[in-house]
């Protein structure tokens, strides 16, 4: 008797890890008996894009809710109820691989939980084909290699373990490509900002968090040329303001950080408590909206974690 279909997906405002973990995955459990298939909480952003145009793979369709379309699911590169699907409280969460904090979550019965402290979870679904003796396509390869570079900014990240940089070399070698030259090539084709708008970049790659009842929204944008792109500051501050009175953000962070420096200058607008609280924090001091993060780069590891514990 055929498997019970579920649906495979990583966060909202899906990044390069996200969507390819989720192929990853469905492609691995599809061959382990399961049927599954990948889907998207978005539209890729345009380092995503570049990827699977450059590897020719088609990127899924696109959800918001499940809308009764499954019962179950399986959840990559997120665990937390805000970041999934608007309706993932009416199904039954059967799997997770993740690389995050446990927060905001809970089932009703029990399931497959796997997460690790690594620096992208296409690295631990790297692992899984392994122990699993499952053979990764080329193309899957070539993506889940693109995840890694993406989310340890070429392994410059303080979240990069040595699992990650084995992973992204077998995964470089069996699609066959020169990670590092590839690699800079396409953290720069996510750099290239001048086609969004300051609305669309707020929310290309932002995630929200629940810290002790205050609501905490810290989006990322990655550029070579940090000064090129706070020329729209202005446009940002409204539209963050906006989008604070209009989503209830006590405080909102945008990291705009430069690839090549792995240095972050923050856009913190939020409440004046919210605020004193990040300045405590980061160690750092907002004015005019502005905060230094020098040597920051991981909002997963350097942003999320002490923000959390200053709250808490």
Same mark, same amino acid.
């Given at each position: 008797?055929?498997?019970?279909?579920?649906?495979?997906?990583?966060?909202?405002?899906?990044?390069?890890?996200?969507?390819?973990?989720?192929?990853?995955?469905?492609?691995?459990?599809?061959?382990?008996?399961?049927?599954?298939?990948?889907?998207?909480?978005?539209?890729?952003?345009?380092?995503?894009?570049?990827?699977?145009?450059?590897?020719?793979?088609?990127?899924?369709?696109?959800?918001?809710?499940?809308?009764?379309?499954?019962?179950?699911?399986?959840?990559?590169?997120?665990?937390?109820?805000?970041?999934?699907?608007?309706?993932?409280?009416?199904?039954?969460?059967?799997?997770?691989?993740?690389?995050?904090?446990?927060?905001?979550?809970?089932?009703?019965?029990?399931?497959?939980?796997?997460?690790?402290?690594?620096?992208?979870?296409?690295?631990?679904?790297?692992?899984?084909?392994?122990?699993?003796?499952?053979?990764?396509?080329?193309?899957?390869?070539?993506?889940?290699?693109?995840?890694?570079?993406?989310?340890?900014?070429?392994?410059?990240?303080?979240?990069?373990?040595?699992?990650?940089?084995?992973?992204?070399?077998?995964?470089?070698?069996? @699609?066959?490509?020169?990670?590092?030259? %590839?690699? *800079?090539?396409? #953290?720069?084709?996510?750099?290239? $900002?001048? +086609?969004? &708008? =300051?609305?669309?970049?707020?929310?290309?790659?932002?995630?929200?968090?629940?810290?002790?009842?205050?609501?905490?929204?810290?989006?990322?944008?990655?550029?070579?040329?940090?000064?090129?792109?706070?020329?729209?500051?202005?446009?940002?501050?409204?539209?963050?303001? @906006?989008?604070?009175?209009?989503?209830? %953000?006590? *405080?909102?962070? #945008?990291?705009?950080?430069?690839? $090549?420096? +792995?240095? &972050? =200058?923050?856009?913190?607008?939020?409440?004046?408590?919210?605020?004193?609280?990040?300045?405590?924090?980061?160690?750092?001091?907002?004015?005019?909206?502005?905060?230094?993060?020098?040597?920051?780069?991981?909002?997963?590891?350097?942003?999320?974690?002490?923000?959390? @514990?200053?709250?808490?």
């Amino acid at each position: 008797m055929p498997k019970e279909k579920e649906l495979v997906f990583g966060h909202k405002n899906p990044d390069t890890d996200a969507v390819s973990a989720a192929i990853a995955y469905s492609y691995l459990q599809n061959q382990l008996g399961f049927n599954t298939e990948a889907v998207a909480l978005g539209e890729p952003n345009l380092e995503t894009k570049f990827v699977y145009d450059h590897f020719d793979v088609k990127y899924p369709r696109i959800i918001s809710a499940i809308n009764g379309e499954v019962k179950k699911v399986m959840l990559v590169d997120h665990n937390e109820r805000q970041q999934s699907v608007d309706d993932i409280a009416d199904v039954e969460i059967t799997h997770v691989v993740d690389h995050h904090r446990i927060a905001n979550f809970e089932t009703a019965l029990p399931l497959y939980y796997r997460a690790e402290p690594v620096g992208c979870v296409s690295t631990i679904i790297w692992k899984m084909y392994l122990e699993n003796d499952v053979e990764i396509p080329a193309q899957i390869a070539a993506i889940m290699a693109s995840s890694i570079i993406s989310d340890t900014l070429l392994l410059k990240s303080p979240t990069t373990t040595d699992e990650d940089r084995a992973a992204l070399k077998s995964l470089a070698t069996t @699609a066959g490509i020169d990670y590092e030259t %590839y690699g *800079l090539e396409m #953290l720069k084709a996510g750099t290239n $900002l001048d +086609s969004k &708008t =300051t609305q669309e970049l707020i929310d290309m790659d932002a995630k929200s968090f629940d810290m002790n009842g205050t609501s905490v929204r810290v989006a990322q944008v990655n550029t070579v040329d940090v000064d090129d792109t706070l020329k729209r500051e202005d446009d940002f501050v409204k539209d963050i303001k @906006a989008e604070n009175a209009d989503k209830g %953000y006590n *405080l909102f962070v #945008l990291l705009i950080t430069n690839i $090549l420096t +792995s240095d &972050t =200058t923050g856009l913190i607008l939020g409440d004046s408590e919210a605020i004193s609280k990040f300045e405590a924090a980061l160690n750092t001091k907002v004015e005019d909206n502005k905060a230094a993060l020098p040597g920051v780069v991981s909002r997963k590891k350097q942003v999320v974690p002490p923000l959390n @514990a200053q709250f808490n």
